[in-house]
């Protein structure tokens, strides 16, 4: 049975798994306000979904059309938009952003204040640190072109972000790579590789310790 807080919005048709609590002023199952030239899709939403155990934390957003997996933690005030798919047992912390049509793999973190921008890809168990900056757009806004080809980060599995970095539109980290605080990401980033910088060169690969399953 689900805990809903008395000053919480729990939009109709909305299905919480058994032990979810959504707690102070949390709202799930929020339609989208789209702006006219919003390039995201208008179709109609299914209702939001939360799985077995997760905690929806007090201010936090979850948009119709979203599905969040067990014994998560949607932090405070953070936001998750419209079909987004968060796996189990994933962390998103205070502030935090994830914003339409991304995938986010099983028991990846990702730390405060974070922007993981539309069209991006998380695999298991990646980390994000605060203040991370993901974008998806060389156009900025303009020309009809960018439409086709608007597209957020692919995160391989195991890869950790540092703090304040900014990766680029389309780039893909390889798996359990490791990108230093406040790089900025323009290409391609191999498995296993160590970047730092602006813009961001390898150094060198991590350490076979510090790999899963080391």
Same mark, same amino acid.
């Given at each position: 049975?689900? +805990?809903?807080?008395? %000053?919480?919005?729990? @939009?109709? /048709?909305?299905?919480? /798994?058994?032990?979810?609590?959504?707690?102070?002023?949390?709202?799930?199952?929020?339609?989208?306000?789209?702006?006219?030239?919003?390039?995201?899709?208008?179709?109609?939403?299914?209702?939001?979904?939360? /799985?077995?155990?997760?905690?929806?934390?007090?201010?936090?957003?979850?948009?119709?059309? %979203?599905?969040?997996?067990? *014994?998560?933690?949607?932090?405070?005030?953070?936001?998750?938009?419209?079909?987004? +798919?968060?796996?189990?047992?994933?962390?998103?912390?205070?502030?935090? !952003?994830?914003?339409?049509?991304?995938?986010?793999?099983?028991?990846?973190?990702?730390?405060?204040?974070? @922007?993981?921008?539309? @069209?991006?890809?998380? =695999? =298991?168990?990646?980390?994000?640190?605060?203040?991370?900056?993901?974008? *998806?757009?060389?156009?900025?806004?303009?020309? +009809?072109?960018?439409?086709?080809?608007?597209?957020?980060?692919?995160?391989?599995?195991?890869?950790?972000?540092?703090?304040?970095?900014?990766?680029?539109?389309?780039?893909?980290?390889? $798996? =359990?790579?490791?990108?230093?605080?406040?790089?900025?990401?323009? #290409?391609?980033?191999?498995? #296993?590789?160590?970047?730092?910088? *602006?813009?961001?060169?390898?150094?060198?690969?991590?350490?076979? $310790? +510090?790999? !899963?399953?080391?």
């Amino acid at each position: 049975m689900a +805990e809903i807080h008395p %000053s919480a919005i729990v @939009y109709e /048709g909305t299905v919480l /798994g058994d032990g979810v609590r959504v707690l102070e002023n949390a709202v799930v199952g929020k339609q989208p306000s789209l702006g006219p030239r919003s390039t995201t899709k208008r179709d109609p939403l299914p209702p939001a979904r939360i /799985g077995d155990n997760t905690i929806v934390s007090t201010g936090a957003i979850v948009f119709a059309g %979203s599905t969040v997996g067990a *014994n998560c933690i949607v932090g405070d005030q953070s936001c998750i938009r419209e079909r987004v +798919e968060l796996a189990d047992d994933c962390i998103l912390g205070r502030g935090s !952003l994830i914003e339409n049509d991304t995938t986010v793999g099983a028991g990846t973190r990702i730390q405060a204040e974070a @922007y993981i921008t539309a @069209y991006s890809t998380l =695999e =298991e168990d990646v980390f994000i640190a605060p203040c991370v900056v993901t974008t *998806n757009d060389n156009f900025m806004g303009r020309t +009809e072109q960018r439409k086709e080809l608007v597209k957020g980060p692919t995160i391989r599995r195991g890869a950790r972000v540092g703090g304040g970095a900014v990766l680029c539109p389309g780039i893909e980290i390889g $798996e =359990e790579a490791f990108v230093g605080a406040g790089a900025v990401v323009i #290409r391609d980033v191999p498995p #296993r590789a160590v970047v730092v910088g *602006n813009p961001a060169r390898q150094i060198h690969e991590v350490p076979p $310790e +510090e790999l !899963l399953g080391a």
